[in-house]
């Protein structure tokens, strides 16, 4: 293997792997899977999430408790990778610990930090 290969995916590997836990990690002090969802207050909430080269701003609204609705309004990525349907399965779930959608792994783990953003600012 040439050097200039092998130089071209030690890069790649550096400036993906902050990325590989995208949605995984923690978001001001929480994790997807301990977010306390049902302590946020009732309202709406917007929040966003820029992870280069993907950006996502979330409208989320709050009722008893529960996630009513999430709209996704601005999703930057790759036009065949979609991630809004994650903001279906949040709701559907009441949870931020969601599958990812095959294809844009990336892409939904942005819109599960947008979300949280928005839920965050609820607290």
């Known amino acids: 293997m040439g050097s200039k290969v092998r130089d071209s ?3 790649l590997l550096l400036l993906l792997l902050p990325l590989s ?3 995984c990690g923690t978001f001001g002090g929480y994790s997807p899977g301990d977010f306390p969802i049902r302590l ?3 309202g709406v909430y917007t929040g966003t999430e820029k992870t280069i080269p993907i950006t996502a701003t979330v409208r989320v609204a709050i ?3 529960r996630i009513d609705s999430i709209v996704v309004l601005q999703h930057f990525s ?3 990778h979609s991630a809004a349907a994650v903001a279906d399965r949040i709701v559907e779930r ?3 610990l969601v599958d990812a959608i095959s294809g844009a792994t990336l892409s939904s783990g942005v819109v599960v930090r947008a979300v949280m953003d928005a839920l965050e600012k609820g607290l």
């Open 21 to 23: 836990n995208v949605g």
């Open 40 to 42: 946020v207050r009732d």
């Open 94 to 96: 009441q949870s931020l």
């Open 78 to 80: 790759h036009p065949d």
């Open 9 to 11: 995916r030690v890069w």
């Open 63 to 65: 009722a008893s408790g």
